[in-house]
């Protein structure tokens, strides 16, 4: 399974809200989908798993939501600190897949 | 204090062998499954496999299949990556990670180490 994600770069402005787009090659089990962020120099965060669940002490800015093949990742006002990339990432028969990330600029 | 530290990582020359270590603490390293990601300069993050709690099951990605290899210790909390044949490919930062399994199935990969840099270089 491949995941595609998209845009490549979005470019925002704080306080606005970034829509980050995850596509599965084929159809995924949501239980299965997590979203990461990463920082320049910093190993990844966990931010959602099961697709929609977020992470113990993630603000409740960061939603995600989606089935099938289809995964979005919503960040409401977003904050200085929220700029990073973000990776999406799923497990399906003992392998685990990662997208190539999105990178989420200042404007 | 919950935490993976890796270790290890250097400057090798291509189609020689490393071993990465990572250190667990401050949580019960035996139950839990481990995984491997690696992320080359600039890139996105890349599964390398994964070895269950009692180091029973192991998988890996294609990538690295037949040249790495996990392995654990759960006497001394250490999870260990040997990487052999190493091409310059294979210049990255090496994270540990624990995976997680809520109560309803749901996997994820809730605790990084810091990572450890592996450069293949002549």
């Known amino acids: 399974i491949v995941l595609t994600q998209s845009p490549g770069t979005q470019s925002l402005s704080p306080g606005e809200r970034a829509t980050l787009s995850c596509r599965a090659s084929?159809?995924?089990?949501?239980?299965?989908l997590a979203w990461y962020q990463q920082k320049p120099g910093q190993a990844p965060r966990l931010l959602i798993y099961?697709?929609?669940t977020r992470a113990t002490g993630i603000p409740d800015r960061f939603s995600g939501s989606g089935s099938g093949t289809d995964f979005t990742l919503t960040i409401n006002r977003l904050e200085p600190e929220d700029f990073a990339v973000y990776h999406c990432?799923?497990?399906?028969?003992?392998?685990?897949?990662f997208g190539q990330g999105t990178k989420l600029e200042i404007k | 204090q919950v935490q993976l530290v890796e270790s290890g990582g250097g400057v090798v020359q291509p189609g020689t062998s490393l071993r990465v270590s990572c250190a667990a603490s401050g949580f019960s390293f035996s139950r839990y499954a481990m995984h491997w990601v690696r992320q080359a300069p600039g890139k996105g993050l890349e599964w390398m496999g994964i070895i269950s709690f009692d180091g029973s099951d192991k998988y890996y990605a294609d990538s690295v299949k037949g040249r790495f290899t996990i392995t654990r210790d759960n006497s001394r909390n250490t999870l260990y990556l040997q990487m052999n044949s190493l091409r310059a490919e294979d210049t990255a930062v090496y994270y540990c990670a624990r995976e997680r399994v809520s109560d309803y199935g749901e996997n994820y990969f809730d605790l990084w180490g810091q990572g450890t840099l592996v450069t293949v270089s002549s």
């Open positions: 990432q799923h497990y399906h028969s003992s392998l685990y897949t």
């Open positions: 084929q159809s995924v089990t949501s239980s299965y």
């Open positions: 099961g697709a929609s």
